[in-house]
């Protein structure tokens, strides 16, 4: 945990990367307009709310498909 005080704080946090970001893809890449305006229904969480699923893009050896 970096200190409050610490003014080397912001140089030190921790920036979360992701696969997506990093293979350049965008939000609408994976994010569809019912997942952006809603369907009608309720989710317990965000991510259940998604239309597409891992493996429509990646394979069991975690490599990407390429479209």
Not at 7 to 17: I, M, R, S, T
Not at 42 to 58: K, P, Q, S
Request: charged share 25%; glycine share 10%.
């Amino acid at each position: 945990m970096v200190p409050h005080g610490d003014p080397d704080k912001f140089g030190k946090a921790v920036h979360l990367k992701d696969i997506h970001l990093e293979k350049g893809m965008q939000c609408v890449d994976c994010h569809f307009d019912s997942d952006s305006h809603g369907n009608g229904k309720l989710y317990g969480e965000t991510r259940n709310a998604v239309e597409i699923d891992c493996i429509d893009c990646t394979v069991p050896s975690g490599a990407w498909r390429h479209f």
